[in-house]
């Protein structure tokens, strides 16, 4: 198990932008992929994009496509999530996970999540 730390949420105007990172210790974070999964209020929990091992695949939800990009840094045990052109649906709790690339399901670690709000 990995101990997984996000942050860099806040609040931004519609069309801003943030960078979220989720620091891991524990276990190697290298061997793990990595996904993005946000909570809106009232809404299940959905997947928003994944980084596998090496940083070298990536894939989005449809919902966030050409405008979030993840990146990883296994030096730093960091991943990222940049976000661009928000939009006030994006506002919701932001949470990385080590996941199964493949498939994109959770394997278990969880970070606390980190808030971020789109004014309109």
């Known amino acids: 198990q990995v101990q997984l730390v996000e942050s860099g949420g806040g609040l931004v105007q519609a069309g801003g932008s943030l960078r979220l990172s989720c620091t891991a210790s524990?276990?190697?974070?290298?061997?793990?992929?990595m996904g993005w999964f946000r909570q809106a209020p009232g809404k299940e929990r959905e997947f928003v994009a994944a980084i596998n091992r090496n940083g070298g695949r990536t894939y989005y939800a449809d919902s966030v496509k050409g405008r979030f990009t993840i990146s990883r840094d296994n030096t730093k045990n960091t991943v990222y999530l940049q976000m661009n052109s928000l939009k006030p649906e994006d506002t919701a709790v932001y949470y990385c996970a080590t996941i199964f690339y493949d498939s994109r399901a959770p394997i278990g670690s969880w970070g606390q999540g980190t808030q971020v709000t789109v004014s309109s």
């Open positions: 524990g276990r190697t974070f290298s061997t793990y992929s």
